[in-house]
Nanobody, 126 residues
Framework: HVQLVESGGGSVQAGGSLRLSCAAS????????LGWFRQAPGKEREGVAS????????YYADSVKGRFTISQDNAKNTVYLQMNSLKPGDTAIYYC????????????????????WGQGTQVTVS
């Protein structure tokens, strides 16, 4: 059973940076898709970025391209989300999620594609 634990959230002023971490455990297959999602109050959960643990293939939402970078440290089974040039509109609870197999362009941002979820970490940009 895959378990995901997020950390690194907090409060920051607009233009600042934060780095989120997602520590994974319980992997039983060779490749997973790890995704970062966010949910703001009153809004649906949306995909932010994803990375395949096997080939490091990455995808980003248009709203964060050029500002956010997803990466991984396979030795630590940890995925990171470096967030730069943060805006008030980035305020949300950020969730890490995973499913078996690589990420694909047509499905990486769908909540329903993911089986395993972390508890979330709050990011507030003022």
């Amino acid at each position: 059973h895959v378990q995901l634990v997020e950390s690194g959230g907090g409060s920051v002023q607009a233009g600042g940076s934060l780095r989120l971490s997602c520590a994974a455990s319980g992997y039983t297959y060779s490749s997973y898709c790890l995704g970062w999602f966010r949910q703001a109050p009153g809004k649906e959960r949306e995909g932010v970025a994803s990375i395949s643990t096997g080939d490091s293939r990455t995808y980003y939402a248009d709203s964060v391209k050029g500002r956010f970078t997803i990466s991984q440290d396979n030795a630590k089974n940890t995925v990171y989300l470096q967030m730069n040039s943060l805006k008030p509109g980035d305020t949300a609870i950020y969730y890490c999620a995973a499913h078996r197999y690589d990420c694909y362009e047509g499905s990486w941002s769908y909540v329903s594609s993911y089986v395993h979820w972390g508890q979330g970490t709050q990011v507030t940009v003022s």
